[in-house]
């Protein structure tokens, strides 16, 4: 099983190698816009009770890259090599198990979240950010990259048109972006929208991120979260996969 | 070696297969013969499990493909008819993720790797991305991505669509040289003469239904193996007779100018269904 999970994986590294640099180039982009404009643009006017507002906002900043990052390795590509490419039936007619590809695939997405990630982070210590990277906050990073790695599978396995995946990033994907405790804390929104956002992955990735890098402590709830949201997901996607060998 | 009984399948109410039963011998070249959405592609989805049947079932080697689905994928070799190379790959690491895919160890498949190549003719294209190939170069790569893990059963469904004449021929060579090394073959094509240059045994199918199986020449010779054709007021009239010289009295007895020709796959299909395999 591990040798099929490393094949998957081996595959989409493969086609990042060959191109690493553009890709690097294209994910410097979004980072650095986030943190002009939010950080030495609107973070100039802002004062916070604890540290500054770029402190505040780097870990939503890296929390809501990485989440459409992994979502975009995953969604459009595995859809695509669904329904139009068909080269999905190469790891259905093989002898492995769903579990090997889901995994694999998901593994694949994280490294793609992962690499945008330390980028983020690099621009954010140029800008003067004081993050404290520690063991929970990569824990934090890596189960924040690998649950939206999963629901873009999912997603993917699931919508039957390139339409219906971009209607899924409009309705889902954005209003987290931008609800989800990246910019501002959601106890600033009305009780019924806070409790909606306070159930969301994304929200505790912000929350996991930010407690374990401002203060260095165990985002216990947040991870935990995280974690059923994944094992959720990967459940999902391992089922679907099986219906789909069937 | 391979055995469908009572395959069945159906889409809502929409029959797509109804009920096949045939078999098909080690070593042997079989063709599945028919027009579009006669049931030969779902046939070969449901035999690689990419589809599941309604009713009836499949064994391959003894192995049953409702309880031994992962034995049967290491021994069957896969061709669909839709070009489903990884394009973001070269055709050595197309070929390379096959053999990880199927836990081919590295050395072998290196070698193997290097063989398939030369054998479909790709050697020197091994390391070009897939997507700059031509249709027929992404077909025979595909033949040797299905070789690789050395299935005992190779499924070729509509090997040469779209292909121009030369491709098409150089795939029946292909072909032929798997069959001369006692690979079975199951093939699908709406091609007459690809059905009768390649198959041992043909099975015709319409709507889903089994309507003829035999070599090619034995479904000919029960039909007649000359055929005499004369231009009709309406339609062009046949008349198909076992042997040459009573074909050519017969020919001789018209009134009007008539040809002689041997019989084929598409005058067996037309006499059982009234239809062509392909209609134009």
């Given amino acids: 099983m591990i040798s099929h999970i490393v094949t998957v994986f081996w595959r989409d590294w493969i086609v990042l190698k060959r191109r690493l640099t553009r890709y690097i180039l294209a994910r410097m982009v979004s980072p650095i816009l986030y943190l002009i404009a939010f950080g030495w643009g609107l973070g100039r006017n802002i004062t916070m009770t604890t540290g500054s507002y770029l402190d505040y906002i780097v870990p939503g900043i890296i929390a809501l890259n990485s989440m459409n990052i992994c979502f975009a390795a995953l969604g459009t590509p595995v859809n695509m090599s669904r329904l139009y490419h068909k080269t999905l039936e190469e790891y259905l007619l093989a002898p492995i198990n769903a579990f090997s590809y889901v995994v694999g695939k998901v593994l694949a997405g994280v490294m793609r979240g992962l690499i945008s990630s330390v980028i983020i982070i690099f621009f954010a210590y140029l800008f003067g950010a004081q993050l404290k990277i520690n063991a929970w906050f990569l824990l934090a990073l890596f189960m924040n990259c690998a649950v939206f790695a999963a629901l873009g599978l999912v997603a993917a396995l699931f919508m039957n048109s390139h339409e219906e995946m971009s209607n899924f990033n409009t309705y889902v994907l954005t209003p987290m972006s931008f609800l989800c405790a990246t910019f501002f804390a959601p106890s600033q929104l009305p009780a019924f929208l806070y409790w909606i956002i306070e159930i969301l992955p994304l929200t505790h990735a912000s929350y996991a991120l930010r407690q374990s890098s401002l203060t260095g402590e165990i985002p216990g709830l947040s991870l935990i979260v995280l974690a059923v949201y994944l094992s959720s997901l990967l459940w999902i996607g391992v089922r679907k996969m099986q219906q789909l060998q069937d | ?280």
């Fill in chain 2, 1 to 280: 070696m391979l055995e469908l009984v009572g395959l069945t399948k159906k889409y809502g109410d929409r029959t797509a297969l109804a009920g096949i039963n045939l078999s098909v011998n080690n070593g042997e070249v079989f063709g599945l013969l028919g027009p579009n959405g006669a049931g030969k592609t779902t046939t070969i989805r449901l035999l690689t499990m990419l589809s599941q049947p309604t009713a009836g079932s499949i064994a391959i080697n003894g192995l049953s493909l409702s309880h031994d689905g992962r034995q049967i994928k290491a021994v069957i070799g896969v061709v669909p008819q839709h070009l489903n190379l990884d394009n973001e790959l070269t055709a050595q690491e197309n070929l390379e993720l096959h053999g990880r895919l199927h836990e081919i160890n590295a050395l072998e498949r290196k070698t193997r790797i290097d063989e398939l190549l030369e054998f479909v003719e790709l050697s020197d294209r091994k390391n070009d991305i897939v997507q700059t190939f031509s249709g027929g170069m992404k077909r025979r790569l595909m033949i040797a991505r299905a070789l690789l893990h050395r299935p005992k059963i190779l499924f070729l469904d509509e090997p040469t669509v779209g292909l121009d004449p030369q491709v098409r021929r150089r795939i029946w060579e292909l072909v032929r040289h798997l069959s001369g090394e006692g690979l079975t073959v199951l093939l699908t094509t709406h091609y007459i003469e690809e059905a009768e240059a390649l198959c041992q045994r043909v099975a015709i199918l319409d709507k889903g239904s089994l309507i003829a199986l035999d070599s090619p020449q034995a479904l000919c010779r029960g039909l007649g193996e000359y055929v005499v054709e004369w231009e009709g007021e309406e339609h062009l009239n046949t008349r198909f007779f076992p042997e040459r010289s009573k074909a050519a009295q017969f020919c001789n007895s018209l009134a009007v100018t008539a040809t002689i020709r041997r019989s084929n796959l598409e005058d067996v299909f037309v006499e059982l269904t009234g239809r062509k395999v392909v209609e134009r």
